[in-house]
């Protein structure tokens, strides 16, 4: 369809008039194209659909013969998936091209520049080097195609890919663009509509011009400043755009700004860098893990944990000194200045590499209460008794603190501490997960000293003397007051480290009641009753129904069918024991003396969750020694052992 020219009026009409004319006659020779030709048309699509879907590409190839025929297959090979995988292809191309000799008509021409705009990149995914073949023969049949007749060339597609040929076509098209975009200050779609290709940048093409875009401009924006290109990026359909290499140009955006920034980065930044991809600090299973933070390496990851410990130190300062507020308990608040101060001279002195914030339900209401929606730190959670503390694990490369709010000592450590606390597939601890499962871990790793400290007296002075026999020295006047300060030169002097920093060895493996975490609370279960052993419900065979549906069986065959049931039953039940239950059973086989009050406290239970795991899950493989000690039945202390 073809509109008329209006040259008789055009020195009357305004430039707007005669730009929207032209638009409007590139508008229809859009839809006239994407009209094909009618009922002859979809006749031959038909045609050539069957003709690929039953493999016969000698009927596609006499299709090609004719000018429909090519109009039809690339018509098809833009708007059929299926059809594009299967038969787009560099042999099939040159038949195309051959068969139309000298050249495509506009409209096969410009459906293959859409191809190619719309499947850039993936283009090699359907078959190797079919990019650099399409990009061949669109370079070739561009100097072929006649100019339009009508003034208004510029807007003219064909045109515009004549006139840019060299540089719009090639894998480095969309870097280019994008490069032309930034310094023209037009919009990406201006740009694309200036040069005729209106619709042109919704595929691949326009993708990767977009991300080169936001990604140029993201290596220029001030260090540390919000800049209006971050609201552009925050948007899902624009950082989840993909990039290539299996990224996004989410990936690659925040790999430019935390390699950017230093160990220091402004609130803006670090604002952006959460609202893309989450915080960091969750188990690596997470799927928000796997998606945003895996792909940008673990140096990555450390660096913005890195930066994120300030926000953890925050809140638990601000859980402690409010707790002790509203418990009016004046020696929490007398305790807290010194506590303060000592973590922020740490951090002060740039010593803090890592932290990571425990939270009891008490308070993660205070922490909640305080900063409502502002809160973007992840925490782990404390359990049992630990509902009214605030612990944070400090990780200062040289050593590790393990600090609580209140009644909990600060744990001092030499290397990190086991594989509970400093893992962040660990998302909820116990009182003793904390001081003694990750001591004792601790301790068969690395063979080395710890020191726990009750904050009292001169606690700090405890902490520092420690540090400094083990070769670790501190600015000791920033981490105490004046009057602290003094105190601790008129009683110990100036800390001097004597001995070299102590070296670290390799961890040792732990033994198996240390190596796996138990933290899944198994439900009990009430021990099998004994009629329960002949129902239905309880583990059995055919003959095992038969027998007991047999009315003549004697009362021994019926015992004797009990005690084969019961030892399946238990057998059964050893394969469905969780890791938890395994590592209490593995405990007490090798340790058959150990009082259940010492297996409890070692194991990070109380004593009552114990015991009624003996009663529970655990009774078919235990037996009770005395009053305080439970064994492992004879017949399973090889297969726990």
Known sequence: MKLPQPPQLKKEWPEHV?????????????????????????????????AINNGDFGDVYDALEKRLGARALTWLWCNDEKIRKISCRQSVIEVLVEAQNPRLTRTTFLQLCQLYFQEFDHLESIEPGLSSKLEAVLRDQSKKQPRQTHKHTSRDPVASIKENVNWLIGSEGPSYFSRQVRESGQELEQKFAALGLVGYDQGRYGDLCRAHYYIETLKEVELGQWDPIFDELLKPSVNRAPFGEGKRIGHVALEILIDRAGSEVSEAWQDFVLGVAGDPRINSSATNYQEWWRPLGAARVDKVRGWLSREDLKLFLQALEQY????????????????KRFLEGLYNQKLIRNTRLMLGRSAEGIVKRLLGDEIKTN????????????????????????EGSHSFKIWVYLAPPGKLVPSYDCSSFTHGELTHITPSQYSAMYGLPYEAVTHNGTWQSKVINFLAEQGVELDIESLLSPAEYRGHLAIHGYPVVKTPKVRVPEPKELPGHLEVRMRQRAQRRPPPKFQDLFSEKAPSSAADRFLRGKPSTTAQERRDAYVQR?????????????DQHKTVLGYLAHNPNAKARHVASLLGFSLKELVAMFAGPLEPFVERKDLHTWVVKSEFINKFK
């Not at 002790?324 to 010194?338: H, T, Y």
């Not at 925490?379 to 603190?401: P, Q």
């Open 379 to 402: 925490f782990a959670s404390l359990e049992g008794g630990l509902a009214d503390k605030a612990i944070i694990y400090v990780d200062c490369s040289d050593f590790y603190l393990v």
């Open 566 to 578: 019961q030892q399946r039953f238990k057998e059964d039940r050893s394969q469905n024991l969780s």
């Open 324 to 339: 002790g507020i509203e418990s009016g308990k004046s020696d929490l608040q007398r305790m807290f200045p010194a506590r």
């Open 18 to 50: 005669q730009s929207g004319w032209s638009n409007l006659i590139n508008q229809a020779e859009s839809f006239a194209q994407s009209a094909g030709s009618g009922s002859a048309f979809d006749s031959m699509c038909q045609r050539i659909v069957k």
